[in-house]
């Protein structure tokens, strides 16, 4: 009782302190409205941008996206790499002062694995031993890899042994949960007034489609670190609006902003713009439960008709690169295999297309005809209208539609889809991330329904190899069976696009394009 009262006080102490000077304020423009802020059930990049303030897992983002000590202070791992064992920080707590504890992430884990979360990314967490088969309901959540000793220690057995440990730790897929609040509101523990958290921010306000507003946790255990009182999300689709906000101010960082407008920027808002590769494809899924799609050929001669040039350098002009691969570049000793008409010139590519459309049975009296669904956005529309016109000089015709981002991946995991373009981000320079986009038991990411047994025995094998050159090896073969069958069609190796406002300090670009506001701080 007491310690509450302690609580309480500390508390309300904060508030006092914080209304007698100005609150500092980071305003953030955020590419789509949550449909989620349970952190087992994002689904959208723009999710995880709010549940990275909002939890503090075993091991975090900093702010070069590496993985760095969270919730545990220190780690050890067993002889034969199978066994991890983290001990959390002293004195961590809850936003609402109840004590943090390895129950709540052994908790956490198990509900982030367990069938009826319907979790979108629970095969990311299938290193840890019978996490699959919990996932597959074969088995059940307790049976998972993961146990407390004590309340201070978490214990993971993984099912092999695995260099991204410490990256995927730090994936909402495996964040913690108090248990106390979920076990009091169930589904509706995530909402405001219900929401208990342990990051450096707590929800205070959820204003659908208009905003969400984070507010400091003064129980954090660096909370004297963080040096933003408030944070507010505000979900935007249209880049052009977001750009106009920005300009004037009103949004202290956007992640995206109209192409068209990047000479301007650079002309009359120097050093905002933060611009460089990132760990992102853009691609297009095909659903192959649809007969017409079943046939490699027709996905081949969509692929040959792509001009990823023209698209780059004449529509997106914003660093971005052709993608004739699937692993983005650089990852150190890994050699992505390449489609092997990368090279042709177009004539030779359109010529090669029509031909393959021609022996699966499509031609001028019966032309190859679907529906492209792409996302909202002005850039995404354009690219949408270059590709019509490039499938349409192959004799392809296509219907435009589109929709809202939370929409348009609710569709394409119901396959409620033809063609799509999609977006697929990788945490780490490691080839394991587009293997598991396209793995048969990847059900919540792999729209399209592409299924290749060997292609799931060697990812497999790969993900469990700790050898580098071996592992890089067989993830290379894996990828080249994708490739060959044209499981996808890579469009383009996105580039940053964020504009970020001269008086936000600690912000810092890097590949994976994962910003958490706790780093951040205003000077103006």
Not at 25 to 30: E, F, P, Y
Not at 48 to 65: C, H, K, V
Not at 133 to 149: D, F, I, M, Q, S
Not at 165 to 187: M, N, Q, S
């Amino acid at each position: 009782m007491i310690f509450r009262l302690l609580v309480l006080v500390a508390v309300l102490y904060a508030g006092i302190g914080s209304a007698l000077a100005e609150r500092v304020v980071l305003h953030r423009g955020n590419a789509a409205e949550p449909d989620t802020l349970d952190p087992h059930k994002y689904t959208l990049a723009a999710e995880a941008n709010i549940q990275r303030d909002l939890f503090l897992p075993l091991m975090e983002y900093n702010a070069f996206s590496k993985p760095v000590a969270g919730a545990a202070e220190r780690w050890s791992v067993s002889a034969d790499g199978r066994v991890w064992t983290f001990h959390l920080r002293a004195g961590l707590v809850w936003s609402d002062g109840v004590p943090v504890t390895a129950a709540d992430f052994v908790a956490g884990m198990r509900r982030g694995i367990d069938p009826d979360t319907k979790a979108q990314f629970a095969n990311l967490a299938y290193f840890i031993k019978n996490a699959e088969a919990v996932n597959k309901a074969e088995l059940p959540p307790e049976a998972l890899g993961v146990r407390a000793p004590d309340p201070q220690t978490v214990e993971i057995t993984l099912a092999f042994p695995t260099p991204l440990i410490l990256d995927l730790l730090a994936t909402p897929i495996l964040f913690p949960v108090p248990r106390h609040a979920v076990e009091r509101f169930g589904d509706d523990w995530v909402k405001p007034g219900h929401m208990v958290s342990n990051g450096a921010f707590v929800l205070a306000e959820w204003s659908p489609n208009d905003h969400v507003r984070l507010t400091k946790n003064p129980l954090f255990f660096e909370a004297d670190k963080v040096m933003i009182d408030e944070v507010i999300f505000y979900p935007i689709e249209d880049e052009g609006a977001a750009f106009k906000r920005f300009r004037s101010g009103e949004l202290d960082l956007q992640e995206r902003f109209p192409p068209t407008q990047r000479a301007w920027i650079e002309a009359h808002m120097p050093g905002v713009l933060k611009n460089q590769p990132s760990l992102w494809l853009n691609y297009l899924v095909i659903n192959q439960t649809l007969p017409k799609f079943k046939d490699a050929r027709v996905r081949e001669a969509l692929s040959l008709a792509i001009d990823r040039r023209l698209i780059t350098d004449k529509l997106l002009r914003n660093g971005e690169t052709p993608a004739y691969r699937l692993m983005p570049p650089p990852v150190e000793g890994y050699e992505s295999p390449e489609f092997p008409y990368a090279a042709e010139p177009m004539p030779q590519r359109i010529d090669a297309a029509k031909d393959l459309l021609a022996a699966a049975g499509y031609g001028p009296g019966s032309p190859l005809r679907f529906t492209f669904r792409h996302r909202s956005g002005d850039l995404n529309k354009r690219v949408a209208v270059a590709l019509q016109g490039m499938w349409r000089a192959i004799g392809v015709e296509c219907e435009l539609v589109t929709g809202d981002l939370k929409t348009h991946y609710n569709l394409l995991r119901e396959q409620s889809f033809e063609v799509s373009d999609a977006g697929w981000s990788f945490t780490a320079p490691d080839p394991y991330y587009i293997t598991y986009l396209l793995l048969t038991d990847s059900v919540e990411t792999n729209y399209g329904k592409w299924s290749n047994g060997e292609f799931d025995r060697i990812a497999k094998e790969a993900e469990a190899t700790l050898d580098v050159p071996t592992r890089f090896a067989l993830f290379a073969k894996a990828e080249q069976i994708a490739m060959a069958d044209h499981a996808l069609i890579p469009l383009f190796f996105p580039a940053s696009r964020n504009i970020v406002q001269t008086w936000v300090k600690g912000y810092e670009s890097n590949a994976p394009d994962v910003h958490s506001s706790r780093w951040m701080r205003i000077e103006k």
